[in-house]
């Protein structure tokens, strides 16, 4: 008992942290991304590296989410330090959602990300939802924000 009652207070206690953090993020285009932008919209936003290959292999369903998908916004923000690289994958994977360039600074708006692919949901009403550290598809993310959905009713 007193182990479940201090996952749960962890767990709270996460939530709460990420709950105060917002974002701005500009992507290699010059745009800037803030969450209050997306307001009754589901936001995703996923830390990923061209040299991780459970990042490469989610990036094709967060595509088809992003164009399929107008209640969804993807942000991707890739952590490698090369650019050029970074910019190459985007088009050999054609990346359609925005892409930004990211480092510690910009990913200590919402946590020290300890592990690629990591992945924070922000609800329509741009309240934090949920993190995924470690790959995510399509499928489990539909189902997530259908049992919210449900949740709501």
């Not at 701005?24 to 209050?36: I, P, R, Y």
């Not at 360039?101 to 300890?114: F, K, P, T, V, W």
Request: glycine share 4%; proline share 5%; with cysteine.
């Amino acid at each position: 008992m007193k182990s479940k009652l201090s996952v749960s207070v962890c767990t709270v206690a996460l939530l709460l942290t990420f709950q105060v953090q917002a974002f701005q993020f500009k992507d290699v285009t010059g745009e800037v991304h803030n969450l209050a932008d997306y307001k009754g919209r589901w936001v995703l936003i996923n830390f990923w590296a061209t040299w991780c290959p459970p990042c490469l292999k989610e990036i094709p369903d967060l595509i088809s989410l992003y164009e399929d998908r107008k209640d969804i916004m993807v942000i991707g923000v890739a952590m490698d330090s090369d650019p050029q690289e970074i910019m190459s994958f985007v088009r050999t994977l054609s990346i359609s959602y925005p892409i930004v360039l990211g480092d510690r600074e910009i990913a200590s708006q919402l946590d020290e990300i300890s592990l690629l692919p990591s992945t924070y949901f922000y609800d329509p009403d741009s309240n934090p939802a949920a993190r995924q550290l470690g790959i995510i598809s399509r499928e489990s993310i539909e189902k997530f924000i259908e049992s919210k959905s449900i949740e709501k009713k």
